[in-house]
T-cell receptor, first 112, second 113 residues
C-alpha cells in the first residue's frame, strides 16, 4: 500500500474536456510534485509545491494547472489538452524539497 | 540535453547472478543520487541512494557505487531474483536546485530463471 494515492488511475478525455487528477499523501510530508512520464522519455518534473506554495514550474504549458489546497492534497487541472499530452502522470511527495521522494502509482491519461 | 543517461535500455541476467545497472551524468553540481524501481502499472519506488561524500552504499542485496571523477554510478544486485525484474531509473539532484530530481530514461531488467 502506497502512502501516496492518485485518482483516477486511468482517464480518457477529449481535447475540449476539462478534467482533474487528484493526489493525496498520507506521509506527513511538506513537499509534493507532479511528474510526467511519456513513452521512451525520462521522467519530467512538472511542478513542485512546498508547504502549499509553488516553488517550481518547469516550463509547463498553461493547459496544465496545479492546485495545492493543503500539504496533503495536490491537483492537476487539465483543459484543452493535445493528444501528445497522453502520458503517465505521477504524483510524489517528500519530507522537504530535496529529500527522497515517494511516488504514487500514477494516472494514465489518454487524450483523444 | 540529457544530464542523466542510462545507455542500456534493457538487460537480461540469469537468476542468482549479479545484475549491474549503469548510469552516467554530465552535471558536476549533482551531489545526491538515487535509484528507483518501477513495476508495470505502478509508480516508481525508492530503492537506494548515495551522496557525493561517499563512493559506496549498501543495503542488503543492493549496492550503489559512485565514481565522481568519471561521473558514473552503478547499481549492483546480487544475487538477482525473479522479483527484481522491473525498470530501474537513476536520478540525481544538485544542492542548489535540491527540489529538482533529474531522471535517466530507465533500464528494463529481466531476471531469467
Amino acid at each position: 500500500e502506497t502512502g501516496v494515492t492518485q485518482t483516477p488511475r486511468h482517464l480518457v478525455m477529449g481535447m475540449t474536456n476539462k478534467k482533474s487528477l487528484k493526489c493525496e499523501q498520507h506521509l506527513g510530508h511538506n513537499a509534493m510534485y507532479w511528474y510526467k512520464q511519456s513513452a521512451k522519455k525520462p521522467l519530467e518534473l512538472m511542478f513542485v509545491y512546498s508547504l502549499e506554495e509553488r516553488v517550481e514550474n518547469n516550463s509547463v504549458p498553461s493547459r496544465f494547472s496545479p492546485e495545492c489546497p493543503n500539504s496533503s492534497h495536490l491537483f492537476l487541472h487539465l483543459h484543452t489538452l493535445q493528444p501528445e499530452d497522453s502520458a503517465l502522470y505521477l504524483c510524489a511527495s517528500s519530507q522537504q524539497p530535496g529529500n527522497t521522494i515517494y511516488f504514487g502509482e500514477g494516472s494514465w491519461l489518454t487524450v483523444v | 540535453d540529457q544530464q542523466v543517461k542510462q545507455n542500456s535500455p534493457s538487460l537480461s541476467v540469469q537468476e542468482g547472478r549479479i545484475s549491474i545497472l549503469n548510469c552516467d551524468y554530465t552535471n558536476s553540481m549533482f551531489d545526491y543520487f538515487l535509484w528507483y524501481k518501477k513495476y508495470p502499472a505502478e509508480g516508481p519506488t525508492f530503492l537506494i541512494s548515495i551522496s557525493s561524500i561517499k563512493d559506496k552504499n549498501e543495503d542488503g542485496r543492493f549496492t550503489v557505487f559512485l565514481n565522481k571523477s568519471a561521473k558514473h554510478l552503478s547499481l549492483h544486485i546480487v544475487p538477482s531474483q525473479p522479483g527484481d525484474s522491473a525498470v530501474y531509473f537513476c536520478a540525481a539532484s544538485a544542492e542548489i536546485r535540491a527540489q529538482k530530481l533529474v531522471f535517466g530514461q530507465g533500464t528494463r531488467l529481466t531476471i531469467n530463471p
